[in-house]
Every structure is written in structure tokens, then in C-alpha cells.
């Protein structure tokens, strides 16, 4: 990465985690060249993608400052799920969400598509149109079971941001990390065992669950730190768990990142109960932070993590290609990925080797994640002035995913029946809980650019949304 | 298709069946020309193209004379496995198989590879650089779970020429033909079920049997009719069979085609002791006759087949895209969908449904039948010329793959051992019974044109097999 774009991003880090605060003057081109040993065009440079990113603003002969905040919700309170294991229920709910039609007249904020229209993602096309025009037609034949050797070799090298070790022989590339889960899941699981989740949790991976007939146990999740370690603690006492499926980096659908010191006595307990941990870090590469934050698999010391993630939220989701790496499950998981799909499409995982060997994807990810920071504050600032008086949101600190907590009697299935005739869709709460908690919850995508049409969108949710709560309260 | 194609299809067809013998002269120009209502000229191209395709060859001034047969190995005996259900072996067997990575300097005979490098494939190329083009990147977004409208759409077209009709909206589009069954069985079974299979069957679907925990029973098959439906009866008379998974056209390892009363019977039988059916139709389009076979699908009245394929034998395996016709199941397999992958990689989907709504499958496909057809015959005579004598092989009617029969106490897998240091390798015929039976059996790949150094493999694989059985009748 380029000198300023490292200093960019740690002057971005420092403002996002409160060292500066809004409003605040940041310290002079010159003091930084000074601090860091760079020279001054560096620094501006720096300012200026900040500037860009709508992080600073200059002000004539005084220098750059902390932008103003956007207003913001008030965070949820951490969750209370039922704490018993359950059937997995909601199977409707989500067949509605992943059978929907891309329509031209909805706005579908309810499904977890990145922005593809990048112009960094230009030269993924050019090497999948390359492919197609070799008359050696790689894209053409069986892959080995592990996946293409090239885009392991790449995988592994990305992995050292995350703090992991890893070789090309450790990773099995999957279609899309959906089957990085399924693969996993079936690797540590028996039909009826027991799996703890965080609660709210990502809808495919606990239908998963509900189809390979495991029972889901919710544990407490607190929406800045994570799984609750105490209520983990306790169900790993009074139920014999087998295995603990989480998201901590860019959690979805809350967006926290879990802080290091949780990761690590998440690692402890797990050693000490004898339990798996599978980790999806699906959305890990898309945190704001830089670096980006560790994964519990770069902790791991006995092969008990299977990290799971894809490319689908960092390119595009089209491409199905994920990967696992199973650790001390390797054998069990590539049987599973065996019978599972035989092999995974090869011409993507070629393309997608190539765009990253050639050195397009860190400056694809910087473009989205700084994209994807602004459009968090503006969804978070609509969400504040449409929504009910009341309404909580999470704050993300990665992805592009905004959890809204409505008052506690209000039925989002009802609201997105309402939004539809508008044009409109979200993601309701309850596909996020085992048992169809969170009904009065939804999850929003601000991943396309904040454009008059998103917000009109927004606003048709909340002011739909106030519409049917003022109902009720008139006994309609 | 063309006038003359469908004439040499129709003869070949004949020839095929025997109606006309080898060294036989076949009818006159002018005789073919009144009963076919066509003109002079079409018959005349219509046996230009039987002669490039080896059927049949011209004597001057005497008109054309079936071509005298390569010499044939005798077929194998009806099969008999153990007539028990067992637990599903060879595992580190297919594993070695698959997770083969392709050498330059090994040929390999032993997977289901077809020939990519046929001119006729190149415009999915086109339509694979042309959706890399597209300024919109239809190939980047999530598609529905069923699948991509327009690929299911061309595929219920083509469903017609195996007698079925079906809607888009009854096929789901999976990640090869290998999702198609995996989501299948686990859409009919639960752990611990009976499961009937032909044998050999196809170990991929075997060990997918074997990864969800099923018992395998594998019923006696002849390698002309078929699954014997005699003792297919007396085991659901014996056992509470759920499922029979089957691979009735084009069978592999076998080569049968099923007749189709037989597959009446079939049908009949699975209706009266109620159990479901998986019909692996992935080589149904590669039957040397034309039309091509029906499906047991066609003949389902009450929605109890499940019918399985692809484009992984047709046009390329690494495309991954293969669909299902669940029937009553649908909804059980799009739930088991979801799980698997998600979704299947978009591009691929558009580039195939362009190539079938552009005209260009079915050419595709006559060529590749009639070349595999020759390659047939060529490999029977050399297994004739190198192999030990009593050799027995299958005689396949569509497909690219010849089962080779050795005597009783020869061992495929120290002869694969033996092959490899020789730069050949073979899928060994264990892999192909749940019960590790079959072991002096092996499965070769004759898609690829006849070369002298495909010749040479083939001679190096009878020619190790005869020194390992010399070898042995020495004590050594």
C-alpha cells in the first residue's frame, strides 16, 4: 500500500474509534510529516482521500477537522434469547428473502449484496473475459477436490492480515462460503447435537442447522462486544454442546467487531469445554479499521476453529467462490465438500486469482470500505430522522449491513407486506433467531451508493413503519 | 436439425442395433431417397457423414457397405453384489481419485472427463467473454435459489427429447450434477435409511450416501438391461428400501441403456412398494441413437422420480452447472438447495443458456456422440489386442466410458500402483461398490480422441495387467 493511504487509514481508525472528536482540529501537515517520517505532499494526500471519504473537512488557513457527525440511533440493548436449544424454525421467511425475482421496480434492502459497480472491480472482468478468449480453456475442466492451487496460494497469502498462518494445503475452496458452512457444520455435527449462536445470527448458516437436523442454543450477543461469554459459559456447563458457530469480525447482521481480548477467552473456553468453533468471516476484510481485525482461527493453536468466508461480500456474490479452512477437519470436510458439489466452478476461482495476483484487491477493498463508512452514517442518519421516535440501530464497524430495533410489539413481517406495494423490501428480524425472535426488528443494506432513490426508500420504511405503529395505538 | 443429419442418425441407429450386419450392403442411394421422401443429395450426405463416423464404408461401383466391426471384448456377467444393506467403504479409494492434481505427464483414463476441445464448444466461449463485456455484469449478482429463468427455461425445452415436459418453474439449477443428487437424497432420506442402488453404480453418489449416513443395498445389474428388476423386488419385499438411486440411460460404469420396458417396470415396482427414485440422466444426452432415450421421469405419474443431470459430461464439468426435476420434493430440495451453496456462479448459467437458445447444443451434441461412438469401438479392439485373454468389457450405448473385467483375482488397485510410475492411471472398479466388491474391475475414458499416445496408454494398462498376472501364476 501507498505511504498515504497507510497514514489515511490510520488517521481514519483514530477518528472512527473517538480519539478525534467531531468537530475537533487535527494535528498540522507538518506535525504529522514530522511523527511519521513522511514528507508533507504525503500527508495532504492523506487529508484529501479523508476529505473524499467525508471523514475531515478543511477550513481555510486553520487546517482539517473532525467532520460533524450525522446523528445517530441509540444502540440496541444486548439480546435475550430463549436460553434452551430449539428446533430451528423460519424456514418460510427465508425462502421468501433468496426465491424473490430481482424486480427493476423494488428496492431490495433486505438481501446482503455488496456494491458491484466499482470501478475497481473493472479488471475481475477483464480476467474473466481473458479466460474465456484462451484456447487452452481452463475454465473448462475438473478442478482438484482442494480447489485451483493458484487461488489457495493467494487466499493464504491475504490470510497473514488477519494474523493467520496458513498454506495452500490447508484451504479448501468452496462455492461461496454457504458450503464453507454446510461443509464445515457436517464435518463436527451428528444429527441432534447441540450448537450455540449468537443471537441475532445469520439466517443461512442456522438453516443449515434446522436442515442437517442440529437444535440451535441463542447466546446473549451484545451489539459492540459480542457473544456473551458468561451466558456461553453457562451453557457450555448445563448442555453438552458440540460445537459454536459465530461471526465476530463484522458480525451479521449487528456489525460489531468482538475486541481481541473477548476473541481470546472465546478460544479458552472452547479449549476447556472440548468444543469447535466455526467462524465466519465472510464480512472480515470489509472491516474500517485498518489493519483489519484478527480472526479467532489466528489464535487458534490446536485446529479446533474451521474458518469459513468467501468472496461474495468483498467482489461479488455471483462468482460462488468461498473457502474453509478446516483445520484438525480437513479429511471430514473435504469428503463433505466431496459429496456436497464435486468441485467448485473453476473460471471464477482463475479470475479471482488472478485479479488479486495482480495486486487489484486491496484497492478495491480500501474504495468499498471507505464507500461503505459513509453510507453507515447516512443510513444511520435517515434511520434517526424517518424512523419511530425510539427506534435503535446497531453501529457497524465493518460490512454494510444496519440492524433496526423497532418497539417491542411491532411485526416487520407485517411492515415489508406494506413496503412491497411501495417498492420496497427489507430483511425481517425473525430469519435472524432459531425460535422467530426479533420480529420487531429488520436488517437494511446500504451497500449501493446514497443516492435520492435509497433515501426515499429508507424513508418509506420508517414513515411505513410509524404509519402501522400509529394504527395500533388507534386500535386499527 | 438437418435433413441429413436426422437420416444419419436414423441409419446409424439401425446399424447399431444390428438390423443390418457387418460387410452387409446397405440400401441404394435412390431406394433411401424414395422412403425418405429426401433428395438424391441428402442421402448422399447423409452416408458421406456415416463414413467419416466409421459406420460405413463405400465400394466403388457397389454403393456403401456396413463397416466390418473392430473386434469386441465378450460383455461381463450379470453382476452379483451381497444382498444385504451395508455401510458405505472406499473413501481414501475416490479421495486419491479426486484430489488427483492433472499431470502433463500422466494421461488419465479414470475420470469423467469428456473431450472439451471439441470445435464445436467454442461458442460458449464467445458467450463467456461476451457476459464479461456486459456493462451491467448480470454474471456478479446473487440469482434466485431456483436458478437462472432463462437456462431453466431452455432446459424444460430440451427435457422433451427425453419425453418429459416440464416448467422452469419444477427444475432447480445446482452446482453440478453432484449438488442435484446430494440435495436429492437428502431431500427422501433420513441417516440410517436403506437406499437401493444399481452396481457398479457411480461412486459419487455412493459416498454421498455414505457422508449422510445411509445403507447402501446393491442390487444385481446386468450390463446390457440393467438393474435386475427380479431381485430389485425380493429386496424391497425384505427391506424398508426409501430410495432407489439409478442411472438407467447411458449407465456409469456400464454403458446399458435401459430398455423401455423395463423402465415401465421399474416404475411400477416403485409405485407399489411406495419408495422414491433418483435418475441419474447425466450421459442420457451422449446415447449413440437417435432420438435419444426416454427418462424414467417421462414415465412418472405421481411425481415420485427425482431426475438428476448436468452439462459437466455434455459440455465441460468445470462450468458446475446441473439441474433437478425433484417432483413432489421441490420444496425439500430447494430447502437442502439453500443450505448446500446458496446459490450456483451466475456466469456460467447465462453463458449456457445462450448457447442453447443460439442453436448450438444440438450440434454439439451430434458430433460428440458420433465421435465417441468410433472412440468406443476403437478402445473395445484395443482392450481385445493388449489386454489379458479372458478379458470381458461393457459394449456402452451413449457415454464415453468402457468397464473392463478382469479374472477374478486380479487386483485393479497394485495395477494402478504399477500405472502411475508409467505416466497412466485408471479409476479402479472398488470404488464403484459400496462393499469394496469389483476390485479386478477398472472404468476407462475413451472421450478423447484415438491417438497413437492414447494407444499407447491403453496398451500400457493391458500390458501391465498381463506381467502382474504372470507375475502371480509364478508365485512372485
Known amino acids: 500500500m501507498n505511504l498515504y493511504m497507510n497514514l489515511a487509514e490510520l488517521l481514519g481508525a483514530r477518528i472512527e474509534q473517538g480519539l478525534y472528536r467531531p468537530g475537533e482540529r487535527l494535528p498540522s501537515v507538518r506535525a504529522l510529516s514530522l511523527e511519521h517520517g513522511v514528507s508533507l505532499s504525503t500527508v495532504q494526500q492523506a487529508y484529501r482521500q479523508l476529505e473524499e471519504a467525508g471523514l475531515v473537512s478543511p477550513r481555510p488557513k486553520s487546517g ?16 435475550r434469547p430463549a436460553q434452551r436449544p430449539v428446533d430451528i424454525s423460519q424456514w418460510e421467511q427465508v425462502l421468501e428473502l433468496v426465491r424473490a425475482n430481482p424486480r427493476p421496480d423494488v428496492i431490495q434492502l433486505g438481501r446482503g449484496m455488496p456494491d458491484i459497480e466499482s470501478p475497481t472491480l473493472k479488471p475481475l472482468l477483464r480476467s474473466l473475459a481473458q479466460l474465456s478468449r484462451r484456447l487452452d480453456m481452463p475454465g473448462l475442466y475438473y478442478d482438484n477436490i482442494h480447489g485451483n492451487l493458484g487461488l489457495r496460494e493467494q487466499i493464504a497469502r491475504l490470510a497473514l ?54 437444535k440451535a442454543l441463542e447466546i446473549p450477543t451484545d451489539p459492540v462486544t459480542g457473544i456473551s461469554l458468561e451466558a456461553l459459559e453457562l451453557a457450555l456447563e448445563q448442555w453438552p454442546i458440540k460445537l459454536i458457530q459465530i461471526t465476530p469480525n463484522c458480525n451479521n447482521p449487528l456489525g460489531y467487531i468482538m475486541p481481541e481480548a473477548r476473541k481470546k477467552a472465546l478460544l479458552t473456553l472452547a479449549q476447556r469445554y472440548d468444543v469447535a468453533i ?42 460462488r467462490v468461498g473457502w474453509v479452512a478446516p483445520g484438525r477437519y480437513l479429511e471430514r470436510v473435504l469428503h463433505m465438500k466431496y459429496i456436497s458439489t464435486g468441485s467448485t ?12 495476483a495482480q495486486g487489484h484487491y486491496q484497492p478495491h477493498l480500501r474504495r468499498v470500505r471507505a464507500q461503505y463508512q459513509r453510507a453507515r452514517d447516512q443510513m444511520s442518519d435517515w434511520v434517526t430522522r424517518y424512523f419511530p421516535p425510539g427506534t435503535r440501530a446497531s453501529r457497524p464497524q465493518g460490512g454494510f449491513m444496519l ?7 411491532f411485526d416487520t413481517l407485517r411492515l415489508n407486506r406494506a413496503l412491497l406495494e411501495q417498492g420496497v423490501q427489507i430483511a425481517v428480524g425473525s430469519i435472524f433467531s432459531a425460535s422467530g ?40
Not at 303 to 315: H, I
Request: overall charge negative; hydrophobic content about 40%; charged content about 20%.
Open 403 to 409: 440492524w433496526v430495533e423497532l418497539p417491542e410489539r
Open 437 to 476: 425472535k426479533y420480529r420487531h426488528c429488520l436488517r437494511m443494506n446500504f451497500a449501493a451508493r446514497a443516492t435520492p432513490q435509497i433515501e426515499a426508500a429508507v424513508r418509506k420504511v420508517g414513515e411505513t413503519a410509524c404509519r402501522l405503529l400509529a394504527q395500533d395505538d388507534n386500535g386499527g
Open 345 to 356: 466452478a473453476c473460471q471464477p476461482q482463475l479470475a479471482i486469482a488472478d485479479f488479486i
Open 161 to 214: 492480515d488477519s494474523g493467520c498462518t496458513l498454506a495452500a494445503g490447508d484451504l479448501v475452496v468452496t462455492t461461496g462460503c454457504h458450503e464453507a458452512l454446510s461443509t464445515s457444520i457436517r464435518a463436527v455435527c451428528e444429527p441432534g447435537d447441540i450448537v450455540a449462536v449468537d443471537s441475532p445470527s445469520f439466517h443461512g448458516a442456522m438453516q443449515t442447522l434446522k436442515g442437517f437436523g442440529m
Open 278 to 319: 466455526i467462524e465466519d468471516d465472510v464480512y472480515g476484510d470489509l472491516a474500517y479499521t485498518y489493519p483489519r481485525p484478527r480472526t479467532l482461527k489466528s489464535f487458534d493453536e490446536d485446529g479446533r476453529v474451521l474458518l469459513c468466508s468467501s468472496f461474495s461480500k468483498t467482489l461479488a456474490p455471483g462468482l
Open 64 to 79: 482539517y477537522f473532525v467532520a460533524e457527525h450525522l446523528s445517530m440511533p441509540a444502540l440496541p440493548a444486548i439480546s
